[in-house]
């Protein structure tokens, strides 16, 4: 009978094995055999030797500790981030790094989100951008230099493509800028769902210059937005709203094109068809801050350009080179 | 010590005490990072980073603490329930050895930042090839021991103690195939979500062989030994082994709720993650119905309640487990503090409840003596019950809230809070997060001066033994 096993250890042994091996196989084994575990979308890139050295120092660094990259596809999770998470996102992922604890927000969309000084800033102490922040300092990586050697032996391991020079670059980069261009590749092949299409460019401000919207504008503009473009609305890593500029060029815009950069981000660019800074980096806060919010946003901006423009010279202008600094 | 086993209760000795060495370890590093993630200027320097200390705490603790528990528990379960030393003593020895150094590499190259990346399988390459060489030392002791035993019949403990050696096998070698790339460099032989399928299989059943099986070993073994209570029903704990053994492995892909992975894997490991309560279960009832025959020792017997508690924890556990499973509940819970507060019922409820009172039973029947003070012994079992109740819990609390503000919305439709307006709501509970931690080590630290000093008691016994009574 049956019980005569527990007297029998090999076949015991035999046994226990066979129960193992069962759920391994169907969930574990057979799925690498089916097509659908190994997708690739059209638009992923291998990483570039200095993305696979700054996604090394990730590695090393334990980000994905803190750090999640995966988006669900969950209605407010798609707002707060983006694009849910594409299976054919990952080919090249060795080890997958989705994390499975977000003590700081998931970077699955993060790349083109912010500028690269905004990384460089906040890698170097993070409590300075956002003062209530828990995450550790990693200003010291400025100071590593990357090894070509050990990378263009980690590329070849992975079979990945690169060319001599892209490996030379190597040696005048610091571990800060291969960790930057490894975040700023996160996502990449995802087209961003936002985007300035539906917004109306000749909008006008139902709020116009009423007071109560500037001071609900206002404090909504120092929650979101100072840390980037200054306390005074001055200017930091996001350009400066009363230099008689917009986006790179001369004049200021409409209400309906500010409030296509807000609620769109960088990539309102195209359609409002001024330049911009280079690497973009205004954030799309269309699904955090409700059409009011950004109405009083724009009212406030207004209200600083006023004010500006009837400030005599010379006052309030130490604020320039901190940028949000507080 | 009887002459017989004397070597190898030595060899049981060393791995306990080797076991508590890394327990301190451990938990000095859990502190430590409980208090840096609302403190971030103690990330003093790179190697003491939150990011890389997580994982030394995980792994020592895991590997350490548990394995080297594992390991010498397994070695004393055996020989008792074989009724003969083990087949190969030196081997043992040099195990312990080499266990030690393994572990001590561990906590250096994680510090120093060399990892898999791959959560409870970080070590890099070379160590892995250490950790399997372990394993299959162990294998053959505890194989061969029981192959030249001095009793009939395997009792429940053997059969968990085989399926741990079994089944940590298989997964610790599938998922540390790598390639490597430098001498404590490589990436993971699978990609993408084909990686992630592999991790978490490995993931979750590490959890089930290394903190499950060998615990159970030691529940069936040590509970009804100290309490002098035969189990209830054999007949339940031969249903829940085999459809614990083989529901196990279907399961890790509940870990993955909601990510890229086919939706197929989920759904079917969903699945048997809720058949998974019918063997979890098994174990608790025939634990309470083994005390309902005599409740009395909950107090007469210092060690039932440890047990007893144990087996709770161990139920709420794989209540919690299957609960989390379910997509509408991962949606709320997945990624927050809620994950750590269930983890920690388990680690520092069941498990550390369960072996630190074989531990208690082990070291005194070796030097054939009584525990130093089982007033000592209740102080240790209630600090640490205390402090992994406000763990746990603070866990769950600050878990759901979180999770709660992550999906709220305005009446317009947008999100109601940014995420550092989720985050800062932790800070409170992370503070007393970390007081529930600082009582669970000062329990510990109870329990390891109680085992030092029976170990103390019990030598200076064996040395009245076999030297001249003169001791003064
Ligand atoms: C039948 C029993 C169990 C089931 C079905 C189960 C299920 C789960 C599930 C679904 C999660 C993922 C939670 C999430 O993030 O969504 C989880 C996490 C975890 N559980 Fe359990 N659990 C069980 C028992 C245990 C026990 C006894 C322990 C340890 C003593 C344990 C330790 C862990 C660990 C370490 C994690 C964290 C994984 C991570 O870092 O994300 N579990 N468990």
Known sequence: ????????????????????????????????????????????????????????????????????????????????????????????DRPFL????????????????????????????????????????????KKEKLDPVSVKAHMDGLGMPYTPQQIAELASKTEMDALIAYVQQLGHAVEKPRSAGGLDLAAVNPFSSSPQAIAAGAAIYIANCAVCHGNEAHGGIGPSFVDKKFLGEPGYGTDGE?????????????????????????????????????WRLVSFIRAQQHHEATEPAGVEKREHETGGKH | MNEEYRYDYKTVEGYILSAIVWAVVGLVVGLLISVQIFAPSLNFAPWASFGRLRTVHTNILGFGLGIGAVFGLSFYIVMRLTRRPLLFPKLARLQLWLFNVGIFLALVTLAMGYTQSL??????????????????MFAVNVIGTILARREEQ????????????????????????????????????????????????????????????????????????????PIYSHRLSIVAFWSLVFGYLWTGAHHLVYSPLPDWIQTLGIVFTLFLIAPSWGSVVNGYATIGEDWGKMKTNYLAKFFILGITFYGL????????????????????????????????????????ASVYYVIPKMYGTEIYSVKLANVHFWLVLVGQLIFSATGWITGIQQGAM???????????????????????????????????????????????????????????????????
């Open chain 1, 258 to 294: 500010y409030f296509a950069i807000i609620s769109a981000g960088s990539d309102a660019k195209k359609a409002i068809g001024r330049p911009g800074l280079p690497d973009g980096g205004m954030e799309a806060f269309g699904t955090q801050i409700p059409p009011d919010g950004i």
């Open chain 2, 406 to 472: 992550w999906k709220a919305l305005t009446p317009e439709g947008t999100l109601k809070y940014t995420f550092m307006e989720t985050l800062v709501k932790n800070y409170p509970y992370w503070h007393l997060r970390s007081l529930g931690g600082a009582i669970f080590i000062v329990g510990m630290v109870v329990f390891v001066l109680n085992v030092l000093l029976t170990i103390q008691k019990g030598r200076a016994l064996e040395a009245g033994k076999f030297t001249a009574p003169a001791a003064a």
């Open chain 2, 119 to 136: 959560e409870y399988a970080e070590m890099e390459w070379p160590l892995d090839i250490a950790i399997v060489i372990l394993w299959v």
């Open chain 1, 1 to 92: 009978m049956a019980g005569k096993i527990y007297s029998r250890p090999i076949l015991f042994t035999l046994m226990v094995t066979a129960a193992v091996l069962a759920g391994s196989i169907v969930m574990m084994a057979y799925p690498m055999l089916r097509p659908d575990m190994h997708p690739k979308l059209e638009k992923l890139r291998p990483f570039t030797p200095l993305q696979l050295a700054g996604r090394d120092i990730y590695q090393r660094e334990g980000c994905v500790n803190c750090h999640t990259q995966t988006v669900r596809p969950l209605r407010t999770e798609v707002m707060r981030y983006g694009d849910y998470s594409k299976a054919g996102e990952f080919f090249y």
């Open chain 1, 98 to 141: 989705w994390g499975s604890k977000r003590t700081g927000p998931d970077l699955a969309r993060e790349g083109g989100k912010r500028p690269d000084s905004w990384h460089a800033a906040h890698f170097e102490n993070a409590q300075a951008i956002v003062p209530r922040s828990n995450m550790p300092p990693y200003g010291w990586l």
């Open chain 2, 317 to 356: 556990q794989t209540v919690q487990g299957p609960t989390q499973g379910l997509r509408v509940v991962s949606q709320l819970i997945h990624f927050t503090d809620w994950v750590p507060g269930h983890v920690h019922m388990g680690t520092m409820g069941w498990v550390a409840l369960t072996v630190t």
């Open chain 2, 154 to 229: 395997m009792y429940i403990s053997l059969w968990y103690i085989i399926a741990t050696v079994v089944a940590i096998a298989v997964l610790y070698i599938v998922n540390n195939l790598a390639i490597p790339v430098g001498p404590l460099k490589s990436y993971h032989l699978f990609a993408g979500v084909n990686s992630a399928n592999v991790e978490w299989w490995y993931g979750h059943n590490v959890v089930g062989f290394l903190f499950t099986t060998p615990i159970l070993a030691m529940f069936y073994y040590f509970f009804p030994k100290s309490t002098g209570l």
